[in-house]
């Protein structure tokens, strides 16, 4: 049997709440059965109740999560328009005031279906089709869905019509109900008429958090997070022609998150300086990616895994997920007031050329997948040096061989360990590598990292060069 649910949007000022559209966005990271029904949004979530911990989670779920995007009434029922109808029955009583409300058992974790709805309690203005004729049924006796089911069917059709039996059947689950699915568009954008001239950029965060709540619904749908938000602002054309400007907003992680986004939006609003008045604003995200939503370990992580904290606190998943999301925010903050070239994160590199095996770029842009590097079973130094550094060397006392110099004569403990890498570049010569390190002693300055690199082609013999040291 169906599992459905009714929201019904909020009357509220535009901004305060999502609208009808982007509350059945919002709605479809629970099931990608989502409708519009008049003016409420429905979904039927029974095919996937058991990824969400089973329907009575689900529902305890969307009654919070709905109310907190700006529905007014969540309601469930085995069909669609008798969910509608007990949302709008919950909002009718609200405005009465009455302290008894038409709501359904509570659900057990394996129920199979949503019990029926007492119809007995259920106003004749909860039904379309009944509100229609709810002054004539009401002179015949009528004043819920009960008494108007309670009529000969014959009498109904002859009198209101077979639009009253349909909705009566439908509302019963007798009868197929059909809808169009709603669908989420391929990327997001919103034009925003500002009521007002807008002088400043610090001004435009107002348009633009009215914004946030329906962008933030259709990430959630999409199970996704934006990686690139682009503003865009148009000057008007009356006095200074169709001028525009735009600007764009990276983070540094995906986000879905509005309080995140509305502080960074507010810290690159800051830096803009516009060269005219603004009367639109424009929002557009065509750069996101998938979010995985965080999974429960099966088993208790180990205590030694868990001693981040001083003092040997443990630290939940939980915790050191909402660490992660304060370390992005704070990378994005920054790069929004010191500029993105001064905060730079470093990525691993596939490339067997030390130099080459790290790569630095902008914190807040969104780094491409690299194939992973190969394994390393040779030792690493701790400090690479920027440049190698070429090393003089000394022949032993037979003058027969030269060993390299650095404050004092080095004794080779290991190696050679080759690599020959850089050939395949269509790149200055210089990027094509043949080299033989080793693992160096020095009295002095300790263990270090050497190399001998080898000519590729004939001439100059072999020369020798310091890479790295070991702490």
Not at 126 to 135: E, F, N, P, Q, R
Not at 235 to 247: F, K, N, P, Q, Y
Not at 265 to 286: M, S, Y
Not at 458 to 467: I, K, S, V
Request: glycine share 8%; aromatic share 6%.
């Amino acid at each position: 049997m169906p599992h459905w649910t009714a929201l019904l949007p909020a009357a509220l000022p535009e901004g305060a709440a999502l609208s009808r559209e982007a509350l059945g966005w919002w709605a479809l990271q629970f099931t990608p059965r989502v409708a519009c029904l008049e003016e409420a949004v429905v979904l039927e979530w029974g095919g996937s109740q058991r990824l969400f911990g089973g329907p009575a989670r689900l529902l305890a779920r969307l009654d919070v999560a709905s109310r907190q995007h700006g529905a007014q009434a969540c309601a469930h029922a085995p069909s669609a328009l008798g969910a509608l109808a007990l949302a709008r029955q919950q909002v009718l009583q609200a405005g009465m005031g009455a302290s008894d409300t038409v709501h359904l058992q509570p659900i057990p974790q394996d129920a199979p279906c949503l019990p029926t709805p007492d119809w007995a309690r259920l106003d004749l203005l909860a039904v379309s089709a009944l509100a229609a004729h709810a002054h004539t049924l009401n002179r015949l006796g009528c004043r819920t869905v009960a008494d108007v089911m309670a009529l000969p069917r014959g009498g109904i059709s002859r009198r209101f019509g077979p639009v009253v039996l349909q909705a009566l059947d439908q509302l019963c689950g007798l009868r197929p109900e059909t809808f169009t699915w709603l669908s989420l568009p391929a990327f997001f954008e919103h034009r925003v008429i500002l009521p007002a001239r807008v002088d400043t950029a610090e001004g435009l965060i107002h348009a633009i958090e009215s914004v946030l709540p329906a962008l933030c619904a259709w990430l959630a749908g999409q199970q996704a997070g934006l990686n690139a938000l682009h503003l865009r602002w148009h000057h008007g054309r009356r006095r200074h022609g169709d001028e525009t400007g735009a600007h764009l907003i990276r983070v540094s992680t995906p986000t879905h998150h509005a309080a995140r986004l509305s502080k960074l939006i507010h810290e690159h609003l800051q830096h803009i300086r516009l060269a005219a008045p603004v009367e639109e604003l424009t929002l557009r995200v065509d750069d996101f990616q998938t979010i995985e939503p965080p999974c429960a370990a099966l088993f208790p992580e180990s205590g030694a895994a868990l001693l981040n904290a001083p003092g040997g606190s443990t630290i939940t998943p939980a915790a050191r997920k909402a660490q992660r999301d304060a370390l992005a925010a704070l990378v994005d903050q920054l790069s929004a007031r010191l500029g993105p070239e001064r905060v730079l994160q470093g990525h691993i590199h596939a490339d067997h050329r030390p130099e080459r095996a790290q790569r630095w770029q902008a914190a807040s842009e969104t780094m491409p997948a690299l194939p992973a590097p190969p394994p390393v079973d040779w030792p690493q130094p701790t400090w690479l040096l920027p440049q190698p550094l070429p090393l003089a060397t000394l022949p032993d006392a037979q003058g027969q061989h030269a060993h390299p110099f650095y404050q004092g004569r080095l004794d080779l403990i290991a190696g050679p360990h080759r690599i020959e890498a850089g050939w395949w570049d269509a790149a200055p010569d210089t990027d094509s590598v043949a080299r033989d390190y080793f693992l160096a002693s020095s009295a002095i300055a300790g263990l270090l990292w050497i190399f001998r690199a080898r000519p590729v082609t004939g001439g100059e013999g072999p020369r020798w060069f310091l890479h790295g040291f070991f702490a």
